[in-house]
């Protein structure tokens, strides 16, 4: 005969709750292999944005700077009467890029260091800006910054030109 119906429960319920199968304590194994993957998803995550970001600002500014250094044009062929001869004034093309480049710096958007080069070849201007910013979360892991850069060059046109050249 079988024993009544209470004492049955609690010889399962006993059971259950020891266990017996090998397994106690497994949850402390995984808990922390899950939580440093999932933190290091998240540095990903944000930290993947502010490079993204940092890129971002660094093509802004980078192309700005091109602009204005190539609308800074050499008096001298502006009276020219063939308007394919205009030329860059190279030192005031560098003046001016450097101008846009400083007041993007001053303006707190990069907040992080800001490194650029200007070139002046020609009837181009060439800009590379560089802006490398710190890391929130990776930084737990030895990855201490991000940088984000871009180069943007501008030439001298006159007149409406389209891709085909016509």
């Known amino acids: 005969m079988s024993a009544p119906w209470p004492l049955r429960a609690a010889v399962v319920l006993r059971c259950r709750v020891t266990g017996g199968n090998g397994q106690r304590g497994s949850v402390a194994v995984v808990m922390p292999i899950l939580a440093v993957g999932m933190l290091s998803m998240g540095g990903l995550v944000i930290d993947g944005g502010t490079a993204l970001a ?19 044009l050499s008096p001298g062929s502006l009276r020219r009467a063939d308007p394919d001869s205009l030329v860059i004034d190279p ?41 490398t910013r710190p890391t ?31």
Do not use: K
């Open 54 to 72: 940092a890129r971002g600002r660094a093509a802004d500014l980078a192309q700005q700077a091109a602009r204005a250094g190539a609308d800074v």
């Open 136 to 166: 929130a979360m990776l930084s737990a892991v030895g990855v201490g910054s991000v940088t984000g850069t871009f180069t943007a060059t501008a030439t001298v046109l006159h007149g409406a030109v389209t891709q085909d050249g016509g």
């Open 91 to 131: 030192g005031a093309a560098s003046a001016a890029a450097q101008q846009i480049l400083s007041a993007g710096a001053v303006g707190g958007q990069s907040a992080g260091e800001l490194t650029s080069e200007v070139d002046v070849a020609g009837d181009s201007v060439t800009v590379r800006v560089s802006i």
